[in-house]
């Protein structure tokens, strides 16, 4: 049974690769992605993988704070056609883009580290997958997967004889 549960592990991981590079070829494929590529900022970004994902953590970190800044925007403007207030209205909304510059900054910093913390995760933890789920015999070892240095059983003994 202890054989049989590699092997369906495999399968499954073999099964996830398909469908995760089949998801990756219809992005790939599709004609927007192939124009942005096309252009002098995707070939950029495709010859720094780093800052792309970082952009990328970025964008969708502040998605949020833009929005509550556009709602504010929106409000005060529309307080501001009603009458209500007229000079209050340019002090809310300098305050409130002054806020989101501030927090924008810290969000960059913030996707920095993510960002690398990620893509250190992801090649520790592809390393990992790659050694322990590689296809090997049971009985040959892999020694470029040894993170550990094995002691010999002759050294092994050699400190217990004392």
């Known amino acids: 049974m202890a ?4 092997q369906s592990i495999s399968r499954d991981l073999q099964e996830l690769q398909k469908k995760l590079s089949l998801l990756i070829d219809s992005f790939q494929n599709n004609s927007k ?4 590529m096309k252009s002098p900022v995707g070939q950029y970004l495709d010859s ?6 970082t952009l990328l953590v970025f964008i969708v970190m502040s998605a949020v704070p833009v929005g509550f800044f556009l709602l504010i925007v929106v ?3 529309l307080a501001a056609l009603l009458g209500v207030i007229i000079l209050e209205g340019r002090l809310v909304i300098s305050v409130g883009g002054f806020s989101l510059l501030c927090i924008l900054c810290g969000l ?3 996707s920095l580290a993510m ?7 992801y090649v ?3 390393s990992l997958i790659s ?7 049971l009985t040959q070892q892999n020694t470029s997967c040894d993170f550990l240095p094995a002691m010999k059983s002759a050294e092994f003994e050699g400190l217990y004889q004392e």
């Open 3 to 6: 054989k049989e549960e590699p």
């Open 124 to 126: 520790v933890v592809s």
């Open 108 to 110: 960059g910093f913030v």
């Open 48 to 53: 720094h993988p780093f800052l792309a994902f």
């Open 33 to 36: 992605v192939v124009a942005f």
């Open 75 to 77: 409000l005060t403007t």
């Open 131 to 137: 050694c322990w789920f590689s296809p090997r015999p």
């Open 115 to 121: 960002s690398g913390m990620m893509i250190a995760s």
